[in-house]
């Protein structure tokens, strides 16, 4: 039987978070007929070992592996493609995302397309906290935009709106208005965000501030380029 729900989940060097990230994903789930996608992108900790060991005891869990860092998007893109859920959930495998809060996204695409989690109440570093808020800002005047917190992996997903969309590098940070261009609904709810516990954040200020940009200025480009004609044929 085809799972109802798939779980995608990029993984890059978390090793001594994949079995408390799937024993958490167990407990949410239960009675939920469900799929999780863990795909390694090209991790070189020991989470390839863990992985597979994981999966080759959990049926519910399967294993993607990247022969090298192909960054998120790829991850995601990568799982997005081989889910076989009606509806699809994404997530962090830092376990700062709490799968618990996967069953209320879920219940969101009763009334929408799309559900994005919002991290009212961050448990990051001080300066992780601020950059984000920056960034937020620029990233919703730019793309004349409303979400809160864009960069919250956490989000479900009715599965059909993946058919009308290509992703480049860098674009899952706008999934929220790649879908609304598309005509899909989009809300947001709020989600628990916890410190993290193993492992470093793989993702810094520095790293990725330029390229988010530009990535932004293409989306803008975008949206005042779409055709947007009506067809009258009387």
Known sequence: MNPNISIVIPVYNEVDNIEFLG???ISAMQGQNYEVI??????????????????SKHPNFRTIH???????????????????????????????????????LLEGLNSYDMVCGWRQKRNDPWIKRISSIVANSI???????????TGCSLKAYRRQCFNQIKLYNGMHRFL???FKMEGFTVTEIIVNHYP????????????????????????????KRKLTYEVDND
């Open 196 to 223: 993290r516990r193993f492992g470093k954040s793989k993702y810094g200020i520095s790293n990725r501030a330029f390229r988010a940009f530009i990535d932004l200025l293409v989306v803008r480009w975008m949206k």
């Open 23 to 25: 024993h958490s994903i």
């Open 139 to 149: 990233r919703n005047k730019l793309s004349q935009e409303a979400i809160k917190d």
């Open 66 to 104: 990247f022969k090298k860092n192909e960054g998120q998007t790829a991850a995601m893109d990568a799982g997005f493609k081989h889910a076989m859920g009606k509806y699809v959930v994404s997530m962090d495998a830092d376990m700062q995302n709490d799968p618990a809060d996967i069953p209320k």
């Open 176 to 178: 929220p208005t790649l």
């Open 38 to 55: 863990l795909v390694n992108d090209g991790s070189t900790d020991g989470s390839t070992e863990k992985l597979n060991a994981w999966c």
